[in-house]
Protein backbone atom coordinates (compact mmCIF):
# COMPACT_ATOMS: atom_id res chain seq x y z
CA UNK A 1 0.00 0.00 0.00
CA UNK A 2 1.43 3.69 -1.13
CA UNK A 3 0.49 7.02 0.80
CA UNK A 4 0.84 10.05 -0.56
CA UNK A 5 -0.16 13.53 1.50
CA UNK A 6 -1.14 16.47 -0.05
CA UNK A 7 -1.87 19.21 3.00
CA UNK A 8 -4.68 17.84 5.19
CA UNK A 9 -5.81 14.96 2.72
CA UNK A 10 -4.30 11.10 1.92
CA UNK A 11 -4.40 9.53 -1.44
CA UNK A 12 -3.98 5.93 -0.34
CA UNK A 13 -3.63 3.20 -3.30
CA UNK A 14 -4.47 -0.18 -1.84
CA UNK A 15 -3.44 -1.81 -5.16
CA UNK A 16 -6.11 -4.96 -4.88
CA UNK A 17 -7.48 -3.77 -8.46
CA UNK A 18 -7.68 -2.39 -11.31
CA UNK A 19 -9.89 -0.07 -10.12
CA UNK A 20 -8.57 0.69 -6.96
CA UNK A 21 -5.47 2.32 -8.81
CA UNK A 22 -7.10 4.61 -11.25
CA UNK A 23 -9.69 6.01 -8.36
CA UNK A 24 -5.89 6.66 -6.48
CA UNK A 25 -4.76 8.74 -9.47
CA UNK A 26 -8.17 10.54 -9.87
CA UNK A 27 -8.01 11.35 -6.38
CA UNK A 28 -4.40 12.06 -6.52
CA UNK A 29 -5.14 14.32 -9.91
CA UNK A 30 -8.24 16.22 -8.06
CA UNK A 31 -5.77 17.19 -4.82
CA UNK A 32 -3.41 18.22 -7.56
CA UNK A 33 -5.59 20.61 -9.18
CA UNK A 34 -7.08 21.93 -5.85
CA UNK A 35 -3.43 22.80 -4.75
CA UNK A 36 -2.26 24.07 -7.89
CA UNK A 37 -5.60 26.26 -7.70
CA UNK A 38 -5.12 27.34 -3.97
CA UNK A 39 -1.31 28.56 -5.11
CA UNK A 40 -2.33 30.55 -7.75
CA UNK A 41 -4.77 32.20 -5.91
CA UNK A 42 -2.20 34.10 -3.46
CA UNK A 43 -0.61 36.79 -4.71
CA UNK A 44 3.05 37.23 -5.28
CA UNK A 45 4.36 38.48 -1.66
CA UNK A 46 2.64 35.14 0.12
CA UNK A 47 3.97 32.79 -2.74
CA UNK A 48 8.27 34.49 -2.00
CA UNK A 49 6.98 34.04 1.60
CA UNK A 50 6.71 30.21 0.89
CA UNK A 51 9.81 30.46 -1.19
CA UNK A 52 7.92 30.24 -4.55
CA UNK A 53 7.52 31.79 -7.74
CA UNK A 54 4.46 31.66 -9.52
CA UNK A 55 6.04 30.60 -12.59
CA UNK A 56 7.05 27.35 -10.52
CA UNK A 57 3.61 26.88 -9.27
CA UNK A 58 2.68 24.23 -11.75
CA UNK A 59 6.56 22.40 -11.72
CA UNK A 60 6.03 22.46 -7.68
CA UNK A 61 2.67 20.50 -7.56
CA UNK A 62 3.08 18.44 -10.76
CA UNK A 63 6.78 17.04 -10.76
CA UNK A 64 7.29 18.44 -14.07
Same mark, same amino acid.
Given at each position: =? $? !? &? !? #??? %????? %? /?? $? =?? !? /??? /???? $? #??????? %???L??? +?????A +?? /? =???? %? &? !???????
Amino acid at each position: =M $S !T &I !T #YGR %EAVRN %E /GF $S =MG !T /GLV /GRVK $S #YLARSRA %ERQLAQL +DDRLLA +DI /G =MKRS %E &I !TKMVWGN
